[in-house]
């Protein structure tokens, strides 16, 4: 057993597998972690995906740096309650991933809004998301309009 734990590669934490260059498989695993993590609306746990120099434009938002990454996050979670996001694959090539996305929420009023949009990803070696910039537009919906449940 011990043997085997030895054969590894040291424990890395700055690697966020699946790296780089993708394949459609592993385009696919990124785009699901991603999903995965953002649904848990921990800005910290979602944070360790990205750079700590990340440069992301966020609708006309623009944010540079893990800890400025954090501090968006839990405004907008703050704000949008309930959150629920569905990520969808449109595109790879080597390093960088097109995706489309959609999400619900509603606000301290109980309006409730599906946002939708794209986003441009580029990821380093390490497989950490470097570059962000994502298109949103929001729609108010009634409850009963819900898709994500």
């Known amino acids: 057993m011990w043997d085997e734990v030895l054969a590894q590669p040291p424990y890395n934490p700055a690697l966020r597998a699946p790296v780089p260059p993708f394949t459609l498989e592993t385009a696919l695993q990124k785009v699901q972690l991603a999903e995965n993590a953002w649904n848990s609306r921990d800005p910290e746990k979602v944070s ?3 750079t700590e120099d990340t440069e992301w434009r966020n609708r006309t938002e623009f944010i540079n740096g893990r800890e ?4 968006f996050l839990t405004r907008k979670w703050e704000k949008e309650l309930d959150y629920k996001l569905k990520k969808e694959l449109w595109g790879f090539r080597e390093n960088r991933m097109a995706v489309q996305f959609n999400y619900e929420w509603h606000d301290a009023a109980g309006q409730w809004y599906r946002s939708y949009g794209n986003e441009l990803w580029e990821f380093d070696e390490n497989g950490l998301m470097r570059k962000r ?17």
Do not use: T
């Open 48 to 50: 360790l995906a990205y």
């Open 68 to 71: 400025a990454v954090k501090a």
């Open 133 to 149: 910039f994502a298109s949103i537009n929001d729609l108010p919906i009634q409850a009963s309009e819900r898709q994500l449940v």
